[in-house]
């Protein structure tokens, strides 16, 4: 599989064609990668409890940071990207579970988010860069669960009104 990723790279782009091209965004390579990356277990992007503390200030405020929609800010949520035409490279921010090898969940992120940008985007993905800003607890991940529960419930709410 190596060998047919590694001739594919040297030819050219899938997003340009003789029909036209194709121009992706910032923010879907930032969904794509965000989503990819939280796929590894024991991977949370952002900060733990930073992160759960924003998130329900959003929710609340109604503030948006980071740009995009709304619906795709929880997914890009610590993720920045460079996109050109042909390569993009990406920036992640993530929390790791205690007790976990910092190295192989990075690897392991890292790996799926050049798989999904490079599959699902068709940009060559030159780096991936990976910040760990947090260890949580495994104890932790209630207490985030219930204030992920929280901030849905004051989401719909503000929908309703």
């Given at each position: 599989m190596t060998e047919q990723s590694?001739?594919?790279?040297?030819?050219?782009?899938?997003?340009?064609?003789d029909?036209?091209?194709t121009t992706i965004s910032t923010t879907v390579v930032q969904?794509?990668?965000?989503?990819?990356?939280q796929e590894v277990e024991k991977v949370q992007m952002g900060g733990s409890?930073?992160?759960?503390?924003?998130?329900?200030?959003?929710?609340?405020?109604?503030?948006?940071?980071?740009?995009?929609?709304?619906?795709?800010s929880n997914f890009s949520k610590g993720v920045s990207a460079e996109v050109g035409e042909e390569e993009a490279a990406i920036d992640l921010t993530m929390?790791?579970?205690?007790?976990?090898?910092?190295?192989?969940?990075?690897e392991a992120a890292r790996r799926n988010v050049i798989?999904?940008?490079?599959?699902?985007?068709?940009?060559?993905?030159n780096e991936v860069n990976i910040t760990v800003v947090d260890v949580q607890v495994p104890e932790e991940r209630p207490m985030l669960g219930q204030q992920e529960e929280v901030e849905?419930?004051?989401?719909?709410?503000e929908q309703r009104a």
């Open positions: 590694s001739s594919s790279r040297t030819q050219g782009s899938p997003l340009k064609t029909l036209g091209t969904q794509i990668a965000g989503i990819a990356a409890t930073s992160a759960a503390v924003g998130g329900f200030l959003q929710s609340v405020t109604g503030t948006v940071t980071g740009g995009g929609s709304s619906g795709g929390t790791i579970e205690y007790g976990q090898s910092i190295p192989q969940l990075t798989n999904r940008v490079e599959s699902l985007v068709g940009l060559r993905v849905q419930q004051a989401r719909q709410q």
